[in-house]
DNA sequence: GACTCAGTACCGACTAGTTGGTACTGTACG
DNA sequence: CGTACAGTACCAACTAGTCGGTACTGAGTC
């Protein structure tokens, strides 16, 4: 945010990401923490005034990635809104394909376990998710401007729908030890989004993949 | 499963449902639990083995009520299975009205906080949310029988399609630290379902069982 | 019908280890 | 020098789990 963050910092943030994400938040300790990135205590409270506030960067860290991962993805330079949108759903199906812990949302992670003992990281996770929630709108509601100037539904609403099926698959990967479930969720989710968008259009026969 | 469970075994699930619902399951201690259920370390450790045999047998009582739940849930009654499909997404609606501890999911939220350090726990949720699943399925195949009979994707994986939904909107609720944008994600499920099986039908009244 | 005796349900003090966090020290570097 | 960074040592609180003991129940038995 203000100073360029440290090294160290940057190294305790990674090893959140991934520690975090599978143990849980209250299963972390702060000793996992300081191995993972080669220090120890010491280091790790000059870095951070408490655990909490190590949650909070660690969401913040994560939504960064997040959004430079998106934004550099190939499929945002698509001159279409919907295809744009439907290329944002095969691009989350392609990243299904690492191991749990790292295609994982952390966000989603820390607000299951700490929306009600840890306000303050429940804030920051409705904060980042809704960024990410609102970048995906932009192209619904051009979307929408252009295919369906009349739909019944805003686009903040549809993302958020997407922001949902994305979290509730990656409850349904954890629980079954793998992404296929996960897979197939989004499928319905791509499925959903052309028949609302009537897509592809009947008279135009386009080869889809 | 076995015995009759003992009244105060049954007040420290009850308990656990509702503490592990709140804090997760690393941030609910073993005094946590005894405080609610009037006991002490003594009987809990009586009725259970240890913390992790506690939360495979809450698992296994939160399904049990679930199902209970769903299976004298009004719209059960319905005779056609895509009336009693859509009725169970409203059913699901309707629950999303008491406070967020109380309607979210104990499964989902034990599994992913636990999925890699608890295997059994892991295990017991991915058995349970695959019952009420298959529950589910079950209309759906017969949904698809009748209207549907060449679909391109089978029961199961709609029927898990809808509990990631479902899943993923409880995610949402916590993070929006209430349920209208779950409500609103649920309301997106049911517009998809009505658009597969094309409700309604635009020409012809239907009647059939 | 008093008398074991086994089993169930529970208590509460205790322990061994862990946890988040503090205090102090050392060092490199501008 | 002072400041940024990191190591060592430590602590008080907490945590899961143990253990010996208590109260009560019910079934057998003489």
Sequence with gaps: MSHTSHPSRTKILDGA????RSQGYS????????????LTKGGFFHHFRDKEDLAIAAAGHFAQM????????????????????LGYVDFRVALLRGSLPQFTCLLGTLVQEGYQTHPAIREACERH???HAA????????????YLPDAEWSAESLSLHI???????????KA??????????????????????????????????
């Design 176 to 209: 079954r030890n793998g992404p296929e479930a996960a897979i197939e969720c989004l499928g319905h989710l791509r499925r959903y989004l052309e028949l609302l968008f009537h897509y592809p259009k009947p008279e135009e026969e386009t080869h889809v993949i």
């Design 27 to 38: 299963g972390t300790t702060i000793d996992d923490l300081c191995a993972a990135a080669g």
């Design 66 to 85: 997040a959004e430079r991962l998106f934004a550099e993805a190939p499929y945002r330079s698509l001159p279409d809104p919907l295809m744009r949108l």
């Design 17 to 20: 990401l991934h520690l975090i």
């Design 129 to 131: 998710i809704g960024a």
């Design 135 to 146: 970048e995906v709108a932009k192209d619904i509601a051009l979307a929408n401007d252009y």
């Design 163 to 173: 922001q949902a099926v994305i979290q509730g698959s990656f409850v349904l990967a």
